[in-house]
């Protein structure tokens, strides 16, 4: 079993940079890949970052070049820098774990953290 923990949401401008923090516990020996998905009022879930054991990183289009997945294992965290955000960025951003399939298909991840709001405004 894995427990993950988001923080570091919050309100921001068009433009504004935001680092999103997950921390990981209980059976972390299992706990990669780790990446983050995120779900706007009123539309479907969406990947938009992942991360491997090996350190390769894996990002949705419209977010390539402007956020950073990266993780430290001591601390058992992944992070999501997200830098020059847009309105389009608001939702609710999720930590996930562990895939055995497809990284970008929500239901193919185990482990789902509480969400976390990012809010941009225009």
């Known amino acids: 079993q894995v427990q993950l923990e988001e923080s570091g949401g919050g309100l921001v401008q068009a433009g504004a940079s935001l680092r999103l923090s997950c921390a990981a516990s209980g059976r972390t020996f299992s706990v990669y890949p780790m990446g983050w998905f995120r779900q706007a009022p009123g539309k479907e879930r969406e990947f938009v970052a992942a991360?491997?054991?090996?350190?390769?990183?894996y990002y949705a289009d419209s977010v390539k070049g402007r956020f950073t997945i990266s993780r430290d294992n001591a601390k058992n965290t992944v992070y999501l820098q997200m830098n020059s955000l847009k309105p389009e960025d608001t939702a609710v951003y999720y930590c996930?774990?562990?895939?055995?399939?497809?990284?970008?298909?929500?239901?193919?991840?185990?482990?789902w953290g509480q969400g976390t709001q990012v809010t941009v405004s225009s």
């Open positions: 996930v774990a562990f895939n055995m399939g497809e990284i970008t298909i929500a239901t193919h991840w185990d482990y």
């Open positions: 991360i491997r054991w090996s350190g390769n990183t």
